[in-house]
């Protein structure tokens, strides 16, 4: 295809964020009489901004690529992703929010009344953070290639230097509309190239698909091991509550319905949006085959529109595309940035203005430097071990010391520290023994996908650590429970 | 859910388990290498240890902290039968070792009775031949020493020992005298808090009769003139006094706090009329920031009174409220008429001045709440307008706001 458009659609996208970024706010109001309950964000905004946020390089590119290489297992990763939100809203929104913590490090310290716990989550958040924008920018290194025929590197530069310069001038101070913006974006951006691909193939004298080729019954939901996909639902489920860019936003919220509402419309617009990446895959299967090398299939959802429509509609359903991919990027990467460039100046710079300028480009350039030294997965699989790591980490000790009086420092310590060392080791060293083989077929399945197994552990680990430690109860138990439970209104 | 799964979730549960127990026993063994030392290291190291737990139960007061527990460590400080600890009104907490419950139990309102008794002396006391069950067995002698904390007897510790030697009366004092000392710590504690809360108390209530004076005058300037817009006025005064008059609670949301900044500017409207114009750029992420209470009204007050009343033709109000990372950025600008720098500065020092309180108190209980680098910093000069900007840590998991009455 033509690079130009791609170069288009790729600067329109950075100029459009920078835009909203740095002037969504000045569209103010000279009223006479203002009433500020009305100008709370309505809930509409607030999920359409968590779902731009969300929708990462893993949603836009990777589901579909995974459905083209393993078929029906590829699935679980919208579902997952989507689900996720439940737990998230069924467990641990309400409470986060009366609790008056903005991050997960404030909360941790505030509820076990403990230095050292926060340090520690600190640390989590930011580790979590920064191995979360590394498929981002891995993902923007691949759309840079297969497009434009540049070197992969200068893509992933090319993201994280303006994530870096934008977030360190102010420029997400309306961060809210940005992510709205986002959503809408990615959504267009998938939606109508899969659209367009449906009725190209559906009408008259298309090319028609042969689903019994492109998805036999043989690749079901029945081939799947059952194992892997547990612990990959398990992981997805918890993961979601520890990614420090999404409690966030259910601050935004004006009370706790407005927050329940917006979670549930938050669900819908997800739910729509991952119909598209499966369409995509699913049509991929059928026309390109080809593709369903590792490292190449995430590629699909940009090369498929030029392949099967192709003339100068392929060109703008591609470039379309590529500002979709181009948005999830910058808003996800962006809005872990901003988090942790947070987190990071509260932390060691005593949250001074400088501090945060300089955290948000260092939180830009450490995951660049990751990026550039790994060799890249698959996207939704790299996110997917994210999401392990989390959940057998930050998710144990969020839940606990929100539903569990009996949580003390050193538990959530000891939680924190055995489930990311085991979990850590898990990631590290499953491609090491898959490249040496002769594994036996159950350690490689346990060290893949180690959810399963660390997720309890980490559990098991907390609550047996802080039952032998149950001198050390913070004092303040019960004035904080009674804050997470106690509606608002009923004090 | 297969085998594989269900053996995952239980060997996850085991070795978490099995690491936990680990490192329990790890610990113990560690801390057992490291008490080993000489007789007389390990004596002090214990006694200290004991002391110290017992400090941690003791300092929030007899009544408040936990009696129960701060007994135990004192007891085999002590290393006696049984332990009682009493206050003006009877046992506290009473411990004994595991085969002496019952006699515990038994020794509860001789205990009673001897610190009442020793509570009018101020030295400690031997009891000899103490039958606690009538029988004749496990007769026992008892020293009870008084607690007196200050100026007063707080409350008295009695040890039930088969037989008192001297030093065991000797310790029974010391370890009174060491409560004594930990209470007079707890009240110090208490009485250092409490002061810090009257000051915020006290600077707050300076706000609401200030503002009053103003209000009233505004209103009364518009009952002759248009009386239905002197009702709608009032209403107005009514809802913003039941705001700042609210009695719980020294945070709010900037949201409520911007609620009654409108309410204050319809009241100066009435006397402004269109030469007073107002902006508001407000971030919707930062309405929902714990502020404190009555912290942005009076910095617009302070625009008004001393910015563009001053001014002929009036001017504008400007309040910006923005997202800066881990805090809320609000700023109040007027193109007024500014004011001297060193007057300021003098003003912010605390010189007694009748103007710009609001300003000086806002800015004080600031930097008590946050620290002195979250004080307002005031951009201004004269005939150059005013720029007040103050910045809230979003997280204040410590501040709660009583919610919101609705109007």
Redesign the interface.
């Known amino acids: 295809m033509n690079p130009l458009l791609g170069y288009i659609a790729i600067a329109a996208v950075t100029l459009a964020t920078a835009f909203i970024g740095f002037f969504g ?2 569209i ?10 009305s ?3 309505r809930p509409w ?1 607030n999920a359409s901004a968590i779902g731009g946020e969300y929708l990462s390089a893993a949603s836009v590119l990777g589901i579909a690529g995974l459905i083209l290489l393993q078929g029906a297992g590829g699935l679980w990763f919208p579902i997952g992703y989507t689900a996720g939100y439940l737990m998230l809203l069924l467990f641990v929104a309400a409470p986060l929010r009366r ?5 997960i490090p ?2 941790t310290g ?2 076990l009344e403990s230095r050292l716990v926060r340090r520690l989550t600190t640390v989590l958040v930011i580790l979590i953070g920064w191995f979360y924008i590394v498929p981002q920018l891995q993902g923007a290194a691949l759309t840079i290639r297969i497009t434009t025929g540049l070197p992969s590197w200068t893509g992933a530069l090319a993201v994280s230097v303006i994530v870096g310069l934008i977030v360190a001038a ?1 420029g ?5 509309f940005v992510q709205a913006f986002q959503f809408w974006l990615k959504l267009t951006a998938i939606a109508v190239p899969a659209v367009f691909l449906l009725i190209t193939v559906g009408r008259e004298g298309g090319p028609g698909v042969d689903l019994d080729a492109a998805f036999p019954a043989a690749l079901g939901p029945a081939s799947l091991d ?2 892997s996909t ?2 990959l639902v398990i992981a997805l489920l918890l993961g979601t509550m520890g990614l420090p860019h999404v409690l966030v936003r259910f ?4 009370d706790g319905p407005a927050a329940r509402r917006t979670t549930l419309i938050v669900l819908g617009l997800l739910s729509v949006f991952y119909v598209f990446p499966t369409i995509i895959g699913l049509l991929g299967r059928a026309f390109a085959p080809e593709l369903a090398a590792s490292g190449e299939a995430d590629a699909v959802v940009l090369l498929l529109p030029s392949m099967v429509i192709g003339g100068l509609l392929g060109d703008v359903l591609t470039a379309l595309v590529i500002a979709g991919a181009f948005g999830a990027f910058l808003s996800t990467s962006s809005g872990l940035v ?1 988090s942790l ?3 990071i ?2 932390e060691v710079a ?2 001074s ?1 400088r501090g ?1 300028r300089i955290a948000a480009i260092a939180s830009s350039l450490v995951p660049l430097a990751v990026a550039l030294l790994l060799e890249p997965g698959g996207l939704a699989g790299s996110v997917g071990l994210v999401f392990a790591f989390t959940a057998s980490t930050l998710c144990p000790v969020l839940v606990l010391g929100i539903w569990w009086r009996g949580l003390t420092a050193r538990g959530a310590v ?1 939680g924190m520290l ?1 489930g990311g060392l ?1 979990c850590g080791a898990a990631i590290l060293l499953g491609p090491l023994l898959a490249a040496a083989g002769g594994a036996p077929a ?1 350690l490689a399945a ?1 060290l893949a996908q180690p959810a ?10 907390t609550v ?2 802080s039952h ?1 430690d149950r ?1 050390r109860i913070p004092r303040g138990v019960d004035r ?1 429970m009674a ?1 997470l439970h106690v509606p ?2 009923a ?1 | ?2 085998e ?2 269900l053996l ?2 239980a ?7 099995a ?3 680990l ?2 026993v790890a610990w113990r063994v560690i801390r057992l290498s490291r008490e080993l030392g000489t007789a007389a290291e390990r004596a002090t190291y214990s006694t200290l240890h004991l002391a110290s737990q017992a400090a941690t139960h003791v300092r929030g007061g007899l009544d408040s902290g936990d009696p129960q ?1 701060a007994v135990r460590p004192l007891r085999q400080l002590l290393d006696c039968r049984v332990l009682a600890l009493a206050d003006d009104h009877g046992v506290l907490a009473i411990d004994a070792g595991p085969a002496d419950q019952r006699l515990a139990e038994h020794l509860r309102e001789t205990a009673e009775r001897l610190a009442a008794e020793v509570r009018a002396g101020d030295k400690p006391q031997v009891f000899r031949g103490i039958d606690p069950t009538g029988r004749g067995v496990q007769a026992t002698d008892a020293v009870a020493a008084p607690i007196i904390a200050g100026d007063r007897t707080a409350g008295a510790i009695v040890a039930f020992s088969p037989s008192v030697k001297p030093g065991l009366v000797r310790a029974t004092g010391e370890v009174a005298e060491w409560v004594a000392a930990q209470l007079e710590l707890a009240e110090l504690d208490a009485s250092r808090a409490a002061l810090a809360e009257a000051e915020v108390k006290a600077l707050r209530s300076q706000i609401s009769p200030h503002f009053i004076y103003n209000a009233l005058t505004a209103i009364a300037s518009t009952i002759t003139t248009n009386p239905p817009r002197a009702r709608d006025l009032v209403l107005e005064f009514a809802d913003f006094t039941r705001y700042s008059f609210r009695r719980q609670g020294d945070f709010t949301t900037l ?1 409520d706090e ?2 009654s900044v ?1 309410s204050y500017l ?1 009241l100066e ?1 009435a006397r402004f009329g269109e030469r007073l ?9 930062v ?2 920031t ?1 502020i404190p209470f009555l912290s942005v009204q009076p910095l617009v007050e302070n625009a008004v009174r001393h910015g563009l009343e001053p001014k002929p033709d009036g001017g504008r109000i400007t309040i910006r409220a ?6 809320a950025l609000i700023e109040v600008e007027d193109d007024g008429v500014g004011i001297d720098p060193e007057r300021l500065r003098g003003i912010l020092a605390g010189r007694p001045s009748a103007d710009h309180v609001g300003v000086r108190n806002v800015d004080a209980r600031l930097r008590q709440l946050y620290g002195d ?1 979250h004080g307002l910093v005031v951009d201004t000069n004269l005939d150059a307008g005013t720029l007040v900007r103050m910045r809230v ?8 706001t ?2 919101s009455a609705r109007m």
């Open positions: 706010l000045r103010s109001r000279t009223t006479q009489d203002f009433y500020v309950a100008r709370t964000v905004w609790s008056g913590a903005y991050t404030d909360f505030a509820r102010g997400m101070r309306s961060i809210t059952v194992y547990v612990s601050y935004t919220n004006p901003v460039a947070g987190v100046s509260q005593g949250g203005v945060f000891t055995g085991f159950w346990a399963a197994w660390t997720v309890p552990l980490t559990f098991a680990l047996v650590v032998l001198r904080v804050r608002e209104g004090a | 859910m297969t594989s799964v995952a979730l060997v996850g549960v085991l070795v978490g388990i690491a936990a127990v490192l329990v527990r949201a911007l609620r409108d319809q409207r114009t107002l902006t508001l750029q407000v971030a919707p992420e309405l929902s714990v923005s997202d800066a990372g881990a805090f680098e840590p979003k997280s204040q998991p410590q501040n709660t009583t919610p």
